[in-house]
């Protein structure tokens, strides 16, 4: 693990580098939740494998410049109607470079 000396009269606190990486372990598995979630998703949404969906999500990512775990919570969210507005603006990002018939909006769609 790589420390960044502290600034000019900074003190570096024992733990908190440790705190920052824990963080970070927590948020990856958040992501790696939801993109097994999206993946499952587009299986059941698209009748297609799980290779086929990870493909899939990858190219929606990667077509419209938006992070895989971004557009995997996204899709969780929309599926289980928890999706905010912010949720929306970023599905419109990526909408069309989803599969025809396209996503559905949830469960108030």
């Not at 948020?27 to 998703?41: D, H, P, T, Y």
Request: proline share 6%.
């Amino acid at each position: 693990m790589s420390v960044t000396p502290p600034s000019s009269g900074e003190a570096v606190q024992p733990g908190d580098e440790f705190r920052d990486e824990i963080a970070h372990l927590h948020e990856a598995v958040r992501s790696q939740r939801a993109i097994g979630m999206a993946i499952g998703l587009l299986s059941a949404t698209y009748g297609c494998s799980t290779e086929q969906a990870w493909r899939t999500l990858l190219r929606v990512s990667q077509d419209s410049n938006t992070k895989v775990r971004t557009v995997a919570r996204v899709l969780v969210a929309l599926h289980d109607g928890t999706a905010t507005p912010e949720d929306h603006d970023v599905l419109q990002t990526f909408e069309r470079q989803l599969p025809a018939p396209g996503w559905s909006r949830g469960p108030s769609a």
